[in-house]
């Protein structure tokens, strides 16, 4: 007998009903310090997967949690609703570094809710964007009992790291599904969603310069022993011209031109130049001559340097030549570029202009592929529809500058079609201080979500609801998966009695 379409209203319902609630285990969600770049945080990252498991099985989802080399991933899977499409929910629960605590109005880890905005580190980036689904999700198994389509939930805790573990395991051991959604990106405003149709990728490498080998006296051998920060200084300054424009060789041969047509419609539908330099906190713009703050951001590609480190950084004066010198940067690339191709001529740049008597070393720390996603796809067309339904608008087709590593995976290697259906503002203070999320916002994002899987479920079926081989072989043991009882024997709570 065929399943009956299931109508969100009453979901919708439960979802409004339940908000308070929501915001409540948000927060706990939120109080994990799950900073994948910091190698201590391992016990947190751990305590917030369990965490995130069990809450999933409350739900009412089959959820593990999986082992690996870093962060552990979390797995949950519906598969209850045969013939139906199979949808593949991709988010991450680690979070950038915090950064000081003085520039925080609240601790980064004890979230706090001021006004209608929920504050803490991965208020928008991106737990509140995960817990949207999560809470979708709840509130049609609440309704109904049971979803109106087959999903697999993939939460990784290294994204922000660019994914090195999942990429490995999908690899191994690739997901099947119709259709993948990812909601790690943002919207033009609180009552104007966006569906982002482009990711810039990223090519992030942290460059080593050594000169002698200990610190010296500056008045002993100033002027006449290379100093690896002046040196530094100068292969970053080499690296632009005084147009705005990556001096690389070759850097923009694959770059994809873009018409005159094509350009406008892009300044139509992305945000406003002011309000993208309002958010940043600053009036002037920065950036390759000819384009426009917003185009600068969305369809050219960038250098940034992320980090210089080097010599004397205390209070006073210190006369040293510093025997090493180190920065971190980051290219943003748009289609056609390849990441590897920029790898090599970095290290063919460095390796023509370092001075003689200097030792150097240059180690990849992240390689994301640029997408560029139809917006004719069903996938899209759905999301813009449950768009519609949840913020009352239809939704802007936008570019993004950032970059999202396990999309080019999905897209590029294992053929699934990505929708990019996020739900963060511009002004939640993403990767900076007092990050937060909107109450609204957060509340029209399940709304859209539950309206998301109800549309999609429409869509034809190809592929059967499994999780590769990785279901198969890496069946739940006490050893490689915590349930319910292994959770609650290590002294987590169930999601009810919180």
Known sequence: MPIRALQPSRALELATFHMEETVRDLARLLAFRTDSSDPTTGAQMEACARWLALYLIQVGLDARVLPTHGAPVVIGNWWHAPGKPTLLIYAHYDVQPPGPRSVWTSPPFMPQLRGAKLYARGASDDKGQLFAHVKAMEAHLRAYGRLPLNVTCIFE?????????????????PPRADVAVVSDTTILGPEQPAITVGLRGQLAAELKVRGASSDLHSGLFGGSVGNPIQVIGRLLAGLENGAGRVALPGFYDRVRPLSIRE???????????????GVAGTANSWGEAGYSPYERVAI??????????????????????????????????????????????????????????????????KVEWPILTSSRRPGVRAAAEAYRRGFGRKPALVRSGGSVALVSLLERNLGIPTVLMGFGLL??????????IRLDVLRRAIYTCINFYSLVAGVSSRRSPTFGTLHETDAPSEQTTFGVKALSDAGYKTVASL
């Open 300 to 365: 050219r590609p960038a250098l940034t340097v992320n980090g210089i480190y080097g010599g004397h950084l205390g209070a006073g004066p210190k006369s040293v030549i510093p025997s090493m010198a180190g920065a971190k940067l980051s290219f943003r690339l748009v289609p056609d570029q390849n990441p590897v191709e920029v790898n090599e001529l970095l290290r063919a740049y460095v390796a023509n202009h370092i001075p003689p008597g200097m030792s150097w070393s240059l180690k990849t720390q």
């Open 427 to 436: 002004t939640d203070r993403q990767h900076g201080p007092n990050e937060h």
């Open 263 to 277: 350009r406008i419609e892009l300044r139509s539908s992305g945000p406003r130049d002011h309000d993208l330099l």
């Open 157 to 173: 805790g290294e994204e922000e790291i660019g994914s090195p573990a999942l990429s490995r395991l999908m690899r191994r051991r």
